[in-house]
C-alpha cells in the first residue's frame, strides 16, 4: 500500500525522502512525490506519475533542497493514478500533507469545503484532509491543535503527515488504523510508514498507538494520545540489516527470497525445538495456561496468509485432534460470529498491519475469546502488540510482493502450534519427537526441492503463451493448489484457479481442453490413488497434465503428461512447505518469459491497510 516518508534535520533532507521512497516500492504504488520547505520557509513539491525513477528524473534537472520534507508513494484508491492525484497535497501552500489509509466521510467534508469556497485540485480524500486542517489554522490554532481538530472530524484509516510553512520547525503525525512509525537520530529525527525506509539512517524507532499524535523536532519527539494527554511510548532497536533490501546476485527479488527459505525456515524453528520437544513458552508467558484449555481453534487471515491458515486447519485437525475452522478476516469482521467456548484465535499476516486481519483481531478481543494468538513476521506491528501471544515467523525482510518465505515460515509457525497443541491434548510416546525430527528435516528437503528450478524453468515455456491454468489438490495439498494458482495470477496475469481434485466433476472438468493446463500437487500419501483417478479424468478429456510427485508415486511422464519428481519420503508434515517451493519457481519463471514486472505486478500492494 501507500508509502510515507518524512523528515527534519540541519542537512538537505531530499536524498533521505527519495531513499526511503525507493525501499518502499516493494509496497505497490502507481505515483509518487516529494515536497519540501526550503531556506525561505516555502513549499516546494515535485510530484510523478509512475516509479520513483520519474520523479528521481525530474529532481536531476530540478533539484529540491530543504532540511524538512515528505514523500510519498501512492496506490490509487480515489482517483486515477496521475500527477494531479499524487501526493503530497497542498492547501494554498500553506499546508502539506501525506496520507495512508481511507477516509470514509471526506465526501461530506469535502462539500462543506466547497459551500465555504475552497477549490479542490485532485480527485483524492487527503486533499480534503490538507484544506481542513488549513481552515482551523486560519482561526487562530497551532498546527497541533489544528491537525487534531481534524482528526476527530475523520473516519476511516489513516496515518498522516504534516508540514507548515506558518510552523516551520516541525512536522505532525496522527496514526488511527495505519502504521507509522518514528525514527530517532542526533540533531534530526525521522518519520515513515515501514522501518525499512529509514534504516539507513536509524535503527532507534518509537511506534505509534491507536489514536497518538505526534509533534516531531530536529531535536525531540513529543507524543499525544488519543485524549490529548503527553505519553512516553518506548524506543526500540530494530534487528533489520539495510543490506536485506538489495537483490544480491538474483534477477528479482522474488527469486532471491525463493532461495532464501531454507534459512528462513531453519530460523523459524532455531531454538524452539530442542531434544524432540517443542515449546509452549515460545508463543509466550501466558502460552501453557491458555493452551490447556484449549478446546476448539478459530484461524482468521487474508490471501497467501488465509492459504497458510487453511492448511494449518488440517494440520491442527489431525495432530491436536482439535476442531479447527478457518476464514477470511474481511468476511469474518461483518458477520455476527457464535462464540464457542474455550476458543483460540489466530490470526496470520506478513506485515501485522493487514487492516481487515487487525479489525478481526480486535473484534475478536471484544467478544471474549480464550486468547488470541498472532503470527507475523513483522516484531513491530500493530497485531503483535495486540495480540495476547505471538510467534514470529523470522522470515526477515520480504520485498517481493508476491509472497514466498513468509508463506512457508507461516506453515512453519503453524506447524509449531499444531504440535504444542497436540502436546497438551497428549501424544503418545515418541509421537512428538517423530513430529520434531520432521521439521528439522525440512530446510535440507527445500534445499532439493530449488534443484528442480532448471528442469521447472523448461517446463515455464509451455505457459509463456496461455491464459488459464487450473491447478489440483486434495487433503492439505487443496490449500497449496490454491497458493500456486495465486502465485502465478498474482505475477504472470495468467487467470489461473485451484479445486479440490474430487470436485472435477462438479462442474471445473467442462473447461479442460488441450489448452489448459493443469498442474497437481500428489504427494504419495493416502489420497494418491483417489488423485491418480482424477487426473485421468482430465488426460482423457485432452488436458496437459504437470504432476508434482515423487518416484514411488509409480507416475511417469509421456505425451500430455509432464511428472516433476520430488524428493521422496516427504511426510505429511513436511509436505505442504516443499510442494509449495516448486509452483514458487514455476511462476516465477511463467512471468520472467512473459515479460511481466515480478517483483511490483500491477494493481497489487505488499501490505493491504485498508479495506
Avoid at 579 to 602: C, E, M, N
Wanted: proline share 4%; aromatic share 6%; with cysteine.
Amino acid at each position: 500500500m501507500c508509502g510515507i516518508v518524512g523528515a527534519i534535520a540541519e542537512r538537505n533532507v531530499v536524498p533521505i525522502l527519495m531513499e526511503g521512497l525507493r525501499r518502499l516500492e516493494y509496497r505497490g504504488y502507481d505515483s509518487a512525490g516529494v515536497a519540501i520547505l526550503d531556506d525561505k520557509d516555502q513549499l516546494q513539491r515535485h510530484r510523478a506519475k509512475g516509479k520513483v525513477q520519474a520523479l528521481q528524473d525530474i529532481l536531476d534537472t530540478d533539484p529540491l533542497y530543504g532540511s524538512i520534507g515528505i514523500a510519498h508513494t501512492r496506490w490509487a484508491t480515489h482517483g486515477v493514478p496521475s500527477v494531479r492525484n499524487a501526493h503530497p497535497h497542498f492547501s494554498d501552500t500553506r499546508i502539506g500533507i501525506v496520507h495512508n489509509g481511507i477516509i470514509e466521510n471526506y465526501e461530506a467534508i469535502k462539500e462543506d469545503l466547497i459551500a465555504n469556497g475552497v477549490t479542490l485540485h485532485s480527485d483524492t480524500d487527503t486533499e480534503v484532509v490538507a484544506h481542513r486542517i488549513h481552515q482551523y489554522l486560519k482561526t487562530g490554532n497551532g498546527l497541533f491543535t489544528a491537525v487534531k481538530k481534524t482528526v476527530d472530524e475523520l473516519i476511516g484509516a489513516f496515518a498522516l503527515v504534516v508540514t507548515c510553512p506558518d510552523d516551520p520547525d516541525k512536522l505532525v503525525v496522527a496514526r488511527a488504523g495505519c502504521p507509522v512509525v518514528i525514527g530517532l537520530g542526533i540533531g534530526e529525527n525521522f518519520v515513515a510508514s515501514d522501518v525499512s525506509a529509514l534504516l539507513p539512517v536509524t535503527r532507534s524507532f518509537k511506534f505509534l498507538e491507536e489514536g497518538d499524535i505526534a509533534v516531531i523536532t530536529r531535536d525531540a519527539v513529543k507524543i499525544h494520545d488519543e485524549s490529548g494527554e503527553i505519553v512516553e511510548r518506548p524506543t526500540k532497536e530494530s534487528e533489520l540489516n539495510a543490506d536485506a533490501m538489495d537483490k544480491g546476485e538474483y534477477r528479482h527479488f522474488m527469486l532471491k527470497e525463493i532461495y532464501e527459505q531454507p534459512y528462513s525456515v531453519t530460523n523459524t524453528l532455531e531454538e524452539r525445538i530442542h531434544s524432540g520437544r517443542v515449546f509452549s513458552s515460545i508463543f509466550g508467558h501466558e502460552a501453557e495456561g491458555i493452551f490447556k484449555k484449549v478446546e476448539q481453534v478459530k484461524i482468521v487471515a487474508c490471501g497467501t496468509s488465509y492459504h497458510s491458515g487453511l492448511v494449518a486447519g488440517y494440520l491442527i485437525e489431525q495432530i491436536a485432534k482439535l476442531p479447527c475452522s478457518v476464514e477470511i478476516a474481511s468476511e469474518y469482521r461483518y458477520r455476527s460470529p457464535v462464540l464457542t467456548p474455550n476458543t483460540l484465535f489466530v490470526t496470520i499476516s506478513q506485515s501485522g498491519e493487514t487492516l481487515d486481519t487487525l479489525e478481526a483481531l480486535r473484534l475478536a478481543k471484544k467478544l471474549g475469546y480464550l486468547g488470541t494468538l498472532g503470527i507475523c513476521n513483522v516484531p513491530e506491528s500493530a497485531m503483535v502488540r495486540e495480540s495476547d501471544l505471538v510467534l514470529m515467523t523470522r522470515a526477515g525482510p520480504e520485498i517481493g510482493v508476491a509472497s514466498t518465505k513468509a508463506f512457508t515460515t507461516q506453515l512453519t509457525a503453524l506447524s509449531l502450534l499444531a504440535l504444542v497443541l497436540g502436546k497438551n491434548k497428549g501424544f503418545a510416546e515418541g509421537e512428538e519427537a517423530g513430529y520434531v525430527n520432521s521439521l528439522n528435516a525440512l530446510p535440507r528437503l527445500i534445499e532439493h526441492a530449488l534443484e528442480l528450478d532448471a528442469p521447472i524453468k523448461k517446463l515455464a515455456e509451455n505457459f509463456a503463451d496461455k491464459h488459464h491454468a487450473l491447478f489440483l489438490g486434495r487433503g492439505a495439498m487443496y490449500p497449496i493448489a490454491m497458493e500456486g494458482a495465486l502465485k502465478l495470477k498474482e505475477i504472470s496475469y495468467i487467470h489461473a484457479e485451484a479445486y479440490p481434485a474430487g470436485e472435477l466433476k462438479h462442474g471445473p472438468l467442462a473447461l479442460v481442453d488441450e489448452d489448459m493446463p493443469i498442474i497437481a500437487v500428489a504427494p504419495n500419501n493416502q489420497l494418491l490413488e483417489k488423485v491418480k483417478a482424477n487426473l485421468q479424468e482430465v488426460r482423457a478429456r485432452g488436458g496437459e497434465l504437470y504432476v508434482f510427485t515423487d518416484s514411488k508415486a509409480e507416475m511417469k511422464s509421456e505425451d500430455g503428461v509432464h511428472v516433476i519428481h520430488m524428493p521422496d519420503n516427504v511426510d505429511e508434515l513436511q509436505a505442504p512447505i516443499v510442494y509449495t517451493i516448486p509452483l514458487q519457481l514455476l511462476s516465477y519463471h511463467v512471468a520472467v518469459l512473459k515479460g511481466t514486472d515480478v517483483d511490483q505486478p500491477r494493481n497489487l500492494a505488499k501490505s493491504v491497510t485498508v479495506e
